[in-house]
């Protein structure tokens, strides 16, 4: 079906199409297709070959390193990538704590860290939920006292997403403990080489290690890394959890799964199956709604208006519905699905050539899907805000 | 991109609501059908070559409104006669004629024809074929039938087509047609091969467009209901809509709502190119009217026992939406292809 | 399966088969089974026929003129008479108002009223909803005040299934205003003959009439008629509400109306259609997991505990399974379904003979089971109360 | 009506719970099987005339508690092999030493087989098959097969009996089975005929009492973590169990928990008849595998981040009822059982 896509929107599709086909490693990609999990180095070196071509910041301004790109730029490169089975282009510094550099941070913060997001060199996470702070992040507790030129921050962080592999975290400490709630609360960049920071792993359910526990023991981190004003810092996470929302449907991936799907229905003679072809038409119908939802809210955004809770909207569904491909995956595999054992997932086998283990990567996505729904502000919460928003109710 | 409405779009969405509101044009009355027709609307479902002033989103749009505002009207039938007969010859003066008023013509796909039923026989010389549930076809003088082989155009009079018309489940006069070895001559024959294919393919695109079009307009109708409704209705001290349990549902709603309106804006987009895949255009319709029958349930379940009488029209919404589901053509036909397409 | 029935109850279940089976007048059979709207002659007519075998008020204490029956007599008679085609046995009387006048009622009272109802010559209804009192009950306005030995009502209640019917009415009314809401309310016996009461028909959208609005000014009700103590209503409305959900999961109706959808998929070829097959194998197992979900909970009321919340449950699984079941029985007619117009139900054609309607009655049933998840308590207040009282949540 | 549990069955449902609590028995372990046997909970599985102490419904006792507590030790195949012995020959010598844990035997089912592939062959001298996933086998001596025609019985090291073993989703060891021409001599065909179909019949109502129970005991266990959790877990100044919308999905899972538990006690009250119907014996484990997985996916959810993590056993949890759904045999094979049935 036609959007109405302008000549410059195909013309640059078909760049970032043909860029991709050229540039993506074979090896990664095959891992992305699969659903094996993927290493440090496999999201660095894609992110390299996206930082020579300017395309790690595309939609920042020029003058920060990115390309301005459109609103529409923005979702066809993603979707083009995606779909053609390029790593997820981690967010943590460009699409996070980036534009809250560039928008609320000093010339010297600027110029400090944002050309180490551009050229892929510095590594960055988000230190965000506490463990007695999940959805209601204004309730966090690691603290940051002012001692001359520095904070020293106590507490703890977690579900720190690669945090074991970061160079740099963004966290928000609580700078004022008699203010209410979401005031007192200070937006601080953290070299995660100071002395007085642990990580600690987090095993997933599909086995893999992606999250963490930071503990930060009296770490001194100097008051000039604190972005805008002090106990402001609540504004600029808001900011940002704008930004997170609206990259967050994920037609390219929904896209490249159904055909997954597809083919390996087909290798199980089910293409005829009456049974498969119900649930295949159920989740394409799925993902043909989530498309033009996309779409409208991304001619809307073309328009000059700001996502609203469209963006929360999209959340809900693309969460869901990338979740129930993931697990019909599983079961068009059968009993070919039970040869792996999720929990030994990085220790022994990482290893495609294993024929029984070939299939690993659907199960490990299986269970890995689960997460989507909870994390970025939980689908319960998004259908808070839509109700509050949307809908003008409590 | 260009998704959003055009200021003339804009114009016939305002004209069309406002001639509905306020309005009592839940039952089907020749006055009405004849006011609608004179107000021009549906020159909506054809362009300007061919005499009408719209294409797939101007249909759309009035079809919306028929939906949202439970006209008793069935325009979607007329709209397909006419996109076949403009994909045909858009010189043709029976279009100008169907647009007045003058002349009532429905268009009919194979799909919609029972099992197997629709034959052309004799070396292209006479059709046969069984159609159930049919509506707005008693008021018709012609039968438009796009077939992959062959455009037709059959009068209504003709010996040899039966009709019995009877009120259906959604308040319309519904008719079951049978065409019994019905002639045909050179002229009843629109176009052949390729062409022909086009025509029904246009057909699709038009009825896909409809369809999803009428069930958006319902569902938002409904949802709307239930909204204004929960948050006046008090219970336990406040308003309903201030229930956590029951803000979720209508989020829900609200989501499907949506939803419902963007696979009703995929099909009508596909009515301004060539190619849109078939299998598409079914997901669209099956979707849009899943989505809808929710919102349908949960407006009554909502309202509690007010819903379940026939002062509030969430019970006549409810019904209309059965029969897009299961009327020949419908979300279960279209459920029933997908099945049986291997791509 | 096998419940472990004792031989007493085989023999019972056999007693009622056969005397349904002998008893129950064609005519009134094949209108239950097509799902076609009965009068109150059908009614009446079958239940005079219980009242002759002394089976109307099977549960009710033989010095009332009951059968002492035990609860699983209770469950095996209505399972049996509900699944042969036996119409509703209407609860107003025997279900509902009964048990409250020979618990709490006078001598004089039960002398009055009980042998009426066992004999069913009296047809009662129930009075307990207002247009501003839904599920919050206590929040009726309904007003009765003192004048001498009678009580003046005024008000109106709504949603009163079959008042156009019915001699008497029992209604929760406001004696005291001042009190707080659960306090202050009285239970009245009231003649329907009495001047001053109008019954305003409310028309169903499955094209019925059997939901009523009942219109109260000033209407004379001698103080008599009340039940209990003034201002003490509410006890005996709860100990009523107690008694209609316990008998609200209909186990046999959920198996006539799966056998009435397997006859017409057969009618139609599509015994073998697997999107047939799938939905009915699901609404099988819903109704095998409701039926022993009843047995478990029978099999607990027979060891002597009252039900509690899993009542609720039933009431809950009940209304959905059997609403599932009449909207996918119409999903197989199809377009067949289509030549009715339920809103002509009661005016034109209440005719089986007329082969375009002669599946009205399925098309009606769909429209009137979207009714039971909103009676009784809706299905979102029997959430609240096993949240509250089976899990100890707010 | 004899539904809840004798005296006996109750101390035995406590008994078993006692040994498990505090027990980390989530990793299989040698060690732990022969205590398991020596404690005589293999003895549940027949009853006393053939040395056992049970029947359907203390094996379902058994296996109830081995799914709330993820005992990694998988009983049921061992369940299904004495069911078929006991039916076969009460007598027989072998049922003393599987329940005493001296020799391990699993029993199989036609449909637990891949496509098609079990056959008596050479007018019942030998037999072929191939089947996946099968679970202790890799422990068993003794394979168990009932078969329409007839019972077998059937060494693990004969020398056409191929295994081969690998660590599964759930974390139990797996095992694929071929039998490739296993030749039969008369001592390893049990019985025939009527004799044959009675013991199948035996086997599958034990089958499925023995998966339906493990799900209800994961589901009922899944629920009561999650229940916990929301009382304790605090978000926005209360705790998250006193927010509306997830009480009332608190509710549809208490709901599925209690269905799951009805599904259960229909299969082991089946184990006690002779004629339980098979569709009914698929619809119990097909909709207890739906209940147990709604609840194990929803327990993730409520959960939050904390349920992504492998400090809880939700996600294990979860793991094993995904394996109860598409192990041959389960739930998915059922589903599809019951599209082929059709009374």
Redesign the interface.
């Known amino acids: 079906?036609?959007?109405?896509?302008?000549p410059e929107?195909r013309a640059f599709r078909k760049e970032v199409r043909d860029f991709t086909q050229e540039k993506l490693p074979a090896a990664i990609r095959d891992k992305v297709m699969s659903g094996r999990p993927l290493e440090r180095q496999d999201y660095m070196r894609w992110q390299d070959i996206l930082a020579q071509k300017g395309w790690i910041a595309g939609f920042w301004p020029k003058c920060h390193g990115g390309q301005d790109w459109t609103a529409?730029q923005s979702y066809i490169f993603q979707e083009e990538t995606t779909y053609a089975g390029a790593p997820w282009l981690l967010p943590f510094g460009v699409n996070y704590v980036g534009p809250v550099i560039y928008t609320y941070g000093t010339e010297e913060q600027k110029a400090r860290h944002l050309p180490g997001i551009v050229s892929n060199e510095v590594f960055w996470c988000q230190g965000y939920s506490e463990p007695n702070a999940g959805s209601d992040l204004a309730r966090l507790s690691t603290r940051a006292h002012r001692d001359g030129d520095s904070y020293i921050v106590t507490g703890s962080k977690i579900w720190t997403s690669m945090a074991h592999w970061a160079d740099w975290i963004f966290a928000l400490v609580r700078t004022d403990s008699d203010a209410k709630p979401q005031a007192g609360i200070s937006f601080l960049l953290i070299d995660l080489n100071s002395p007085g920071i642990t990580i600690q792993p987090i095993q997933s359910i599909e086995g893999a290690h992606h999250l963490n526990q930071v503990f930060f023991d009296n770490v001194r981190v100097p008051v000039d890394n604190r972005i805008g004003e002090e106990n402001a810092g609540w504004t600029y996470a808001k900011f940002l959890l704008g930004h997170e929302r609206v990259l967050s449907a994920e037609i390219g991936k929904a896209k490249r799964m159904l055909e997954r799907l597809r083919s390996l229905a087909e290798e199980r003679n089910l293409?005829?199956d009456?049974r498969y072809?119900?649930n295949l038409?159920r989740l394409?119908?799925?993902v043909?709604?989530?498309?033009?939802?996309t779409?409208?809210m991304?001619?809307?955004v073309?328009?000059g208006t700001a996502p609203g809770v469209e963006a929360s909207?999209l959340k809900?569904?693309g969460s869901t519905v990338v979740q129930e491909i993931a697990e019909y995956t599983v079961d068009v595999l059968g009993h070919e699905a039970l040869a792996f054992d999720p929990l030994f997932l990085e220790e022994t086998i990482n290893d495609p050539s294993s024929e029984l283990s070939r299939n690993m990567g659907v199960v490990s996505e299986f269970l890995f899907q689960r997460a989507p729904t909870i994390w970025g502000g939980s689908n319960?919460i998004q259908?808070?805000i839509?109700?509050k928003h949307?809908?003008?109710?409590? | 991109?260009?998704?959003?409405l055009t200021q003339e779009q804009s114009m016939l969405a305002d004209s069309v609501t406002r001639f509905m509101t306020g309005k009592n044009a839940t039952g089907e009355e020749e006055s009405i059908w004849r006011e609608v027709a004179e107000l021009g609307w549906l020159g909506a479902g054809v362009g300007e070559s061919a005499g009408g002033f719209g294409g797939g989103r101007e249909m759309a749009i009035v079809m919306e409104s028929v939906g949202g505002n439970e006209l008793a009207e069935a325009l979607a039938p007329v709209f397909v006669a006419l996109a076949i007969l403009e994909k045909s010859d858009p010189e043709a003066a029976l279009i100008s004629r169907i647009i007045s008023g003058d002349v009532v013509a429905c268009g009919l796909l194979p799909e919609m024809a029972a099992d197997d039923s629709l034959q052309l026989e004799d070396e292209m010389t006479s059709v046969s074929g069984q159609f159930?549930?049919l509506a707005n076809v008693h008021r018709a003088r012609h039968l438009v039938l796009a077939l992959p082989e062959a455009t037709l155009l059959l009068s209504v009079s003709d010996a040899n087509v039966h009709l019995r018309s009877?009120?259906?489940?959604?308040?319309k006069t519904?008719s079951d047609l049978k065409l019994d070895h019905v002639a045909l001559s050179e002229a009843s024959v629109l176009s052949k091969g390729p062409d022909a294919v086009a025509a029904l393919n246009r057909a699709r695109v038009t009825h896909a467009a409809a369809i999803t079009a009428e069930c958006s307009g319902l569902a938002a109708a409904l949802f709307q209901y239930t909204?204004d409704y929960?948050?006046q209705r008090?219970?336990?001290g406040q308003p309903i809509?201030?229930?956590?349990?029951?803000?979720?549902r209508?989020?829900?709603m609200?989501?499907a709502v949506?939803?419902v309106?963007?696979?009703a804006?995929?099909?009508a987009?596909?009515a301004?190119?060539e190619d849109?895949p078939e299998?598409?255009l079914?997901?669209?319709i099956?979707?849009a009217s899943?989505?809808a029958l929710h919102v349908a349930?949960e407006a009554?379940?909502l309202h509690?026992?007010v819903?379940?009488?026939?002062?509030l029209p969430?019970?006549?919404g409810?019904?209309r939406l059965?029969?897009l589901?299961?009327?020949?053509g419908g979300a279960?036909t279209q459920?029933?292809r997908?099945?049986q397409s291997?791509n």
Request: aromatic share 6%; no cysteine.
């Open positions: 079906m036609d959007a109405g896509w302008s929107d529409s293409a005829r009456p072809l119900e038409a394409e119908t799925d043909l709604a989530l498309e033009w939802t779409l409208r991304l001619d809307t073309m328009g909207m809900l569904r319960e259908r808070n839509i109700s949307a809908l003008g109710l409590g | 991109m260009k998704l959003t159930h549930a009877y009120r259906g489940m959604d308040g519904k909204l929960v948050q008090r219970q336990f809509g201030g229930f956590q349990a029951l803000q979720h209508l989020v829900d609200f989501v949506e939803e309106q963007s696979l804006l995929a099909a987009r596909a301004t190119i849109a299998s598409a079914s997901r669209a099956a979707g899943d989505r349930k009554i379940q509690g026992a819903g379940m009488t026939e002062d969430l019970g006549a409810l019904r059965k029969v589901q299961l009327v020949p279960e459920k029933r997908l099945l291997f």
